[in-house]
């Protein structure tokens, strides 16, 4: 996530720009790492942190072959402002259309920004009974619908599937940035205005972070690892990268994972607004993402819910699964520099994408697309760029395209939704373009698939998340090849 600059200052930054309101005091805090980096191939030397440089292409690095280890994607599922179908979805971001138009959820008139990426017409009927989709926040019904839409993509629709996994070793792993925001919206204004006994009994549990995983895993008996992640923007990532590593330690042959949000509503958009984060193009709705334009003034809300099914090689072979890409490795770190600014030197998102490189047994010359996370805000579009730079030292071969152009910025959603469309690039050899690319950067360099779809055929993609506090998150995926 990134919050916009005044156009008279100067920093930059990958999330949000220094603001006297939100300003810390840099810190060197030792961190531990929580989720375990997956081995480094033998043959690949370690970097020297203060002066990273890209992988030789003549160190020969190995992508696992172990079919115990080697993780697949056999299943996608999403909810979308253009609609709960992935087909469909990848259609619209390949015809250029913006999903973003004017709030009309609530009265947004005395708000400085009143567009966003709303979801209309939503429906979770045949996935949630209809007295508990009354009950529930949108980020847990986008979560469910999803999740059991990415099941039936890997031919696992739920009233069938017994007998066909072990349950027990079947997990769900879906993140949130902001969790149940309407629920605990609702439970404060019912707090003020009428005190704790009109408050619902469900305030606490469809408010917390965790609760999306939890419903999708009781109601499909899923009895394996089970838990979110909430690292801002980067969260989907963060979940792609854990559930992986679930399934290579063996302790699960199945994840669904991914990431889910719905921030649209007063209190999140005013957030926003607070932090200077948006746009305010509403003369234009539609042209107001415009991520590496020279003109961008800031980032558009989106929601949404992208869950993928990862399976181990060897576990989807023996169930005949459809096999529809294959994720080689991700990586996770922190810029452990300060709340809200990255580090001047790139140093976190460069050594981010090393490591995932190192992850999947990937040589930068085989990288040939990157799904950018590029915001549309006026440091943070130029800081990724520039870290990419570090890494990628030969940017002819290698294309960049924005989803949030069309789509907005959704948040702890972001990285599920743009990595099927990561996926679905290489299934098709179409990358969608970046919309809204009137007067671009000069300093970019790269072709950002400008205005309109490019024919493309994907070696190695790369997926690229980062949020508040530091985190950032790379993910690595290819076509199939057994």
């Known amino acids: 996530m990134q919050i916009l600059q005044t156009p008279s200052s100067s920093s930059s930054s990958l999330r949000m720009s ?30 020297k942190s203060q002066n990273p440089r890209p992988i030789s292409s003549s160190s020969s690095p190995e992508r696992e ?59 979770s009927d045949g996935y949630i009974d209809g007295k508990n989709d009354r009950r529930l926040d949108d980020c847990l019904r986008y979560c469910i619908v999803s999740g059991k839409k990415a099941l ?4 696992l629709r739920p009233d069938l599937m017994d007998g066909k996994i072990d349950k027990e070793r079947a997990g769900v792993l879906v993140g949130t940035g902001m969790g149940g925001l309407t629920v605990f919206s609702n439970g404060v204004q019912t707090l003020h205005e009428k005190g704790y006994r009109k408050m619902t009994p469900f305030f606490i549990p469809y408010a917390i972070t965790n609760m999306g995983s939890a419903l999708l895993a009781i109601e499909l008996g899923f009895m394996g690892p089970n838990y979110s ?41 005013g957030g926003f607004v607070a932090c200077r984060a948006l746009s305010q193009r509403n003369d234009d709705p539609q042209t107001a ?16 819910a992208g869950v993928l099914v990862m399976e181990s090689l060897e576990h989807a072979m023996k169930r005949d699964a459809p096999i529809i890409a294959e994720y080689l490795g991700g990586a996770v770190n922190c810029d452990a520099y300060h709340m809200t600014d990255p580090r001047a030197d790139g140093l976190g998102v460069s050594t981010c994408i090393d490591r995932s490189l190192e992850d999947a047994g990937v040589a930068p010359e085989e990288v040939n697309y990157i799904n950018a996370h590029a915001t549309s805000t006026l440091a943070g579009d130029l800081a990724e760029v520039n870290a990419i730079k570090k890494v990628f030292t030969n940017t002819s071969e290698i294309k960049i395209n924005a989803t949030k152009s069309m789509i907005g910025h959704c948040l702890g959603a972001a990285g599920g939704l743009e990595a099927i469309a990561t996926i679905k690039a290489i299934n098709t050899g179409w990358l969608h373009p970046s919309i809204n690319q009137f007067n671009p950067e000069p300093s970019v360099e790269f072709d950002t698939v400008a205005n309109k779809k490019q024919q493309h055929e994907v070696n190695v993609a790369i997926s690229n998340s980062f949020g508040f506090g530091g985190h950032n998150s790379v993910v690595v995926f290819s076509a199939f090849k057994p």
């Open 18 to 47: 220094s603001m006297e309101s939100l300003s810390l005091t840099p810190k060197s805090l030792p961190l531990k790492t929580l989720l375990p980096l997956r081995p480094r191939p033998k043959n690949l030397s370690r970097r």
């Open 65 to 123: 072959t172990d079919p115990k280890k080697r993780v697949v994607i056999t299943g996608m599922g999403l909810v979308s402002v253009f609609g709960n179908d992935v087909d469909a979805y990848y259609d619209r971001l390949l015809s250029g259309e913006s999903g973003i138009a004017p709030i009309d959820r609530f009265d947004a008139s005395k708000f400085p920004t009143r567009f966003a990426g709303q979801i209309r017409g939503f429906t």
């Open 152 to 155: 039936e993509n890997a031919g």
């Open 229 to 269: 992640i909430s690292t801002a923007c980067a969260t989907s990532n963060y979940c792609f990268y854990a559930a992986a590593n679930h399934i290579r330690r063996g302790e699960a042959d199945l994840m669904l994972a991914g990431g889910t949000e719905a921030a649209i509503i007063p209190i999140g958009l």
């Open 289 to 304: 993402s415009r991520p590496w334009d020279k003109d961008r003034d800031g980032f558009v809300m989106g929601e949404g």
